[in-house]
């Protein structure tokens, strides 16, 4: 069974700070994928990022940096330099296989606070 | 690229009656879509597993009488929340995947916050 687990329920920083958000997942299968989600209080999602499970190649894009490391099932998700618009609900998910009809599995999120 | 519509995104019902939540997928045909309720400070729960053409697969501890999922052509699945209570008050969001890409081209809808009074 898939799951995955974000220890970090909260947390506060300041404008400026770096912030890494912590993602853990477990599966079995040798094939999956890996994504990350941001969730303003709107509520609607916005995708993030994607990895596929044969990738372990760090991304960067702009501010945001993520670091797949399969040999601790992590995924963690940094922020540079935050700024107060990045506070939001991030989930990491997970899904199995490579299959249209597989489902997402979500992480318990994540909810990062900026302060000016 | 892919959009996925949800409708309504907001509602308030009284308890008892029924809502439909609608999600259709504009520019893809979508042989599967998802299901999540997300209650307040919590994460998504998948409640269900959209086939068109064929039944639902509905989670475990997910009432399948009380909510009701017709998946009856590729662009539309709907969720219809059957004699809704307070406690069936969440936010739900659908999702499909684009069947060019596999389980890795995830759409959202952007979500109904549904409150039972």
């Known amino acids: 069974a898939q799951k995955v687990t974000q220890a970090q329920t909260e947390i506060s920083v300041v404008e400026k700070e770096d912030v890494t958000l912590d993602c853990v997942y477990e599966t079995r299968d040798t094939t999956y994928y890996l994504f990350w989600y941001k969730q303003p209080p709107s509520g609607e999602l916005v995708f993030l990022i994607r990895r596929n499970s044969f990738d372990e190649q760090n991304e960067i894009s702009g501010r945001y940096s993520w670091n797949f490391q399969k040999s601790t099932s992590s995924f963690n998700f940094t922020i540079t330099a935050s700024q107060v618009v990045d506070s939001a609900v991030y989930f990491c998910?997970?899904?199995?296989?490579?299959?249209?009809?597989?489902?997402?599995?979500f992480g318990g999120g994540t909810r990062l606070m900026v302060k000016p | 690229g892919a959009v996925v519509s949800q409708h309504p995104s907001r509602v308030i019902c009284k308890s008892g009656t029924s809502v439909k939540i609608e999600c259709r997928s504009l520019?893809?045909?979508?042989?599967?879509m998802f299901w999540y309720r997300q209650f307040p400070k919590q994460s998504l729960m998948l409640m269900a597993t959209?086939?068109?053409?064929?039944?639902?697969?509905?989670e475990q501890g997910v009432e399948k009488d009380k909510f009701l999922i017709n998946h009856a052509s590729l662009t539309l699945s709907t969720l219809t929340v059957t004699s809704a209570h307070p406690e069936d008050s969440s936010f739900y969001i659908c999702?499909?995947?684009?069947?060019?890409?596999?389980?890795?081209?995830?759409?959202f809808g952007s979500g109904t916050r549904l409150t039972v009074v």
């Open positions: 998910a997970l899904s199995e296989g490579n299959n249209a009809g597989n489902m997402l599995t």
């Open positions: 999702s499909a995947n684009h069947p060019g890409q596999g389980n890795y081209g995830y759409t």
């Open positions: 959209s086939n068109e053409g064929s039944k639902a697969t509905y």
């Open positions: 520019d893809f045909q979508a042989t599967t």
